[in-house]
């Protein structure tokens, strides 16, 4: 990518093919989270949520899922508080942090495999809603590798 747009405007600056453009593909947005009501910590599990098509890491019917699954988390520049369900990886997160994208980032690479050939995606290890009642913790959001 040539137009580096988000060294230079801010997440609400940004138009919305560009806002879009940030999503890495990895999915962990679109795991089954879990929050510590003690510590406040969030953590993911293996379970995806049933509109996530497992095998491309994108979901089926984005834009009607907020409609279809109530706990769908969307996004805007506004609503920094969700930002806090995201992992540290995330371009969303870490923009508005004040972070560059990560160097795996398909923004930086250009190709969209970028995200799983680094390891940073739920790809092959994600199960969806759908074909499980089980499921695991596998790891605390804070500690995604942002790489």
Not at 17 to 29: K, M, Q, R, V
Not at 107 to 115: D, K, P, Q, Y
Request: hydrophobic fraction near 35%; charged fraction near 30%; include cysteine.
């Amino acid at each position: 990518m040539t137009d580096e747009f988000w060294k230079r405007k801010s997440l609400a600056e940004m138009s919305h093919t560009e806002w879009e453009s940030l999503c890495d593909g990895c999915a962990l947005c679109c795991m089954h989270k879990l929050e510590d009501e003690d510590t406040g910590a969030v953590y993911y599990t293996d379970v995806a949520c049933r509109l996530l098509d497992i095998e491309r890491c994108r979901c089926t019917d984005y834009a009607n899922r907020a409609g279809k699954v109530r706990e769908c988390l969307v996004l805007s520049a506004d609503s920094r508080q969700a930002f806090r369900w995201l992992p540290a990886s995330c371009a969303y997160r870490r923009l508005a942090d004040g972070k560059d994208l990560p160097q795996w980032h398909p923004l930086i690479t250009g190709r969209a495999e970028s995200v799983h050939e680094a390891g940073i995606s739920m790809l092959g290890r994600a199960v969806s809603e759908n074909d499980t009642t089980e499921w695991s913790v596998l790891q605390q959001l804070d500690d995604v590798d942002e790489q």
